[in-house]
């Protein structure tokens, strides 16, 4: 007002114009656009520990990587499908364990007992037939290390999931799913493959350089062995699931998993924090309200009333 000219004879030209209104409103107005920070900020509280109830059970999976899972009736490959399929399970499992066992002519155990699926991820992206120097297919001695690779005393269900295309060579692996079934422990396997099949590759530098062939030079056809598959599945007291499309392959696999018998426990977990922004934004858009509705001017029956007279310095 001041750089307009004098405030006295402003003043006296805007009579109805109110110094105390407009502080009001700018009082509102810088209130409120300290809540508007304040909540945009996200404050939260919560953070504390409570005690769920869960659900569990113990999954081995028994990953085939003899060389002919290199086979490529399955694009890319019956391995790659293989991992993919197992990648999707473990998006869709929540408390259960899982571990993981390799093998060809020999079983190794890749991933012990763990709920830990992020891990579980990093070292099944990892698996390739490389890792087992000895070629072959022992189903049976990997029912058997994951017999033993497994908690008997905890009291969750068990089962194992066997992803190979069935060419066993080496074991009686019907056996030992009937054991494993004796053990409490069922035996499900999703078969990978065509009937059809398809030859099997020979790599050298990560470059393909031909196809294994037979001991009079023939090109070796490898191609899923259902029948087995079906057979190991039956002795264990499991499904036996074709991977012609790797969803519903899982989707069925999941749901015998689902009928599983799982041991509740109680587990002390952190409480996820609880958004409080509403609680400064509110009272931030309502003083907002209040100061649009706050007008400069006087009230014209207050103004007939001279309470006090401010003066200037």
């Known amino acids: 007002m001041r750089q307009l000219g004098d405030p006295d004879i402003i003043r006296h030209n805007m009579p109805a114009f109110s110094q105390t209104k407009s502080g009001v409103k700018y009082l509102l107005w ?37 060389n002919s899972m290199l086979a490529k009736d399955l694009p890319p490959n019956r391995l790659e499908n293989a991992k993919m399929a197992l990648s999707q399970l473990l998006d869709r499992l929540h408390d259960d364990r899982i571990g993981i066992i390799v093998f060809a002519g020999q079983a190794y155990v890749q991933l012990p007992m763990t709920t830990d699926y992020s891990a579980a991820k990093i070292f099944l992206n990892t698996i390739n037939p490389g890792m087992v120097p000895t070629q072959g297919t022992a189903i049976g ?26 060419e066993n060579h080496e074991d009686d692996a019907v056996n030992a799913a009937s054991a494993a079934k004796s053990a409490g422990v069922s035996v499900n396997v999703i078969g990978l493959g065509s009937e059809q099949g398809a030859p099997i590759p020979i790599y050298s530098g990560g470059q393909q350089t031909g196809f294994h062939t037979d001991s009079v030079g023939k090109t070796v056809i490898s191609k899923m062995n259902e029948e087995m598959c079906r057979q190991i599945a039956v002795a264990g007291g499991g499904i036996s699931v074709r991977a012609t499309n790797s969803t519903e392959s899982i989707n069925a696999i999941l749901d015998q998993i689902g009928k599983m018998q799982r041991k509740e426990y109680g587990t002390k977990v952190f409480k996820d924090f609880e958004d409080r922004f509403q609680l400064f934004l509110i009272p931030a858009f309502l003083l907002l309200a209040l100061e649009f509705l706050v007008y400069n001017r006087k009230n014209r029956h207050l103004s007939r009333i001279k309470l006090f007279e401010v003066k200037e310095v």
Do not use: C, W
């Open 30 to 66: 810088s209130i409120a656009y300290l809540l508007l920070i304040v909540g945009l900020a996200n404050p939260q509280i919560g953070s504390r520990m409570e005690e769920v109830k869960r659900s569990s059970a113990d999954l081995m999976i028994l990953l085939d990587v003899s």
């Open 141 to 166: 001695a990997a029912i058997n290390l994951g017999l033993k690779s497994m908690d008997f005393k905890n009291g969750m269900a068990k089962s194992m999931i066997i992803m190979t295309d069935g």
